[in-house]
């Protein structure tokens, strides 16, 4: 009676740090983005938290009545770049994961 009680107390520790293991590689890595200006240029940089890069995703320049200005690809740096447009902006990186990225104008200065 005293061996069973103590694996089934056992058990409850094992099953979860199991579950602990198993859940790890599915932890996902949320989206990143930092922009700068370049000249007349908006450079924008996509990746993850875990450091890897967004190549080949959308991002898109959106005016302040949330109406599409532009939408570019990342190139294989991970960088989209777009125009510098005369009105207030906003840009997007949804990457698909939960939560997008979004980079106000006010946010963006010279690199």
């Not at 700068?36 to 890897?52: K, L, Q, T």
């Not at 294989?76 to 990186?93: G, H, L, N, T």
Request: net charge negative; glycine share 6%; proline share 5%.
């Amino acid at each position: 009676m005293r061996i069973k009680t103590k694996l089934i107390g056992l058990a409850k520790p094992c099953l979860a740090l199991g579950l602990g293991v198993i859940a790890s590689p599915a932890q996902a890595h949320f989206p990143l983005m930092s922009c700068w200006f370049e000249n007349e240029i908006v450079a924008c940089e996509a990746g993850y938290s875990d450091g890897s890069k967004a190549i080949d995703y959308s991002v898109e320049m959106f005016d302040y009545e949330d109406n599409l200005i532009a939408k570019e690809m990342t190139d294989k740096r991970s960088i989209a770049e777009f125009k510098k447009p005369d009105a207030d902006f906003y840009i997007v990186f949804d990457s698909g994961h939960e939560f997008p990225v979004e980079v106000d104008v006010v946010e963006i200065s010279e690199k």
